[in-house]
């Protein structure tokens, strides 16, 4: 079994309106840390209509640094090197 805790969760908006959210979690296993990110998307649904969701786009984002405060700068650093603002 694998085994992680939720250190930190760090939400976005584009200047475009996109919205991104990078989920940092400690791996028990190796004490090393990585980010879930998702991107927020608007669904219709036959009973609630038009509904904002979280959809995973990187489910494993391998973070170098040893600490929770330099993750959260590692993913403030992907973001803006890799979504259109």
Known sequence: MEKSKL????KFISGAGDGFKYEIYQDYSNAGYFAVISAQQEFDTE????????????????LAPTNPDACEEECKAHLANNVRR
Do not use: Q
């Not at 250190?7 to 760090?10: A, C, P, Q, V």
């Not at 009973?47 to 391998?62: D, F, P, T």
């Open 7 to 10: 250190m930190s969760t760090l």
């Open 47 to 62: 009973k609630y209509g038009k509904c904002a969701v979280w959809v995973e786009i990187n489910s494993y984002l391998r």
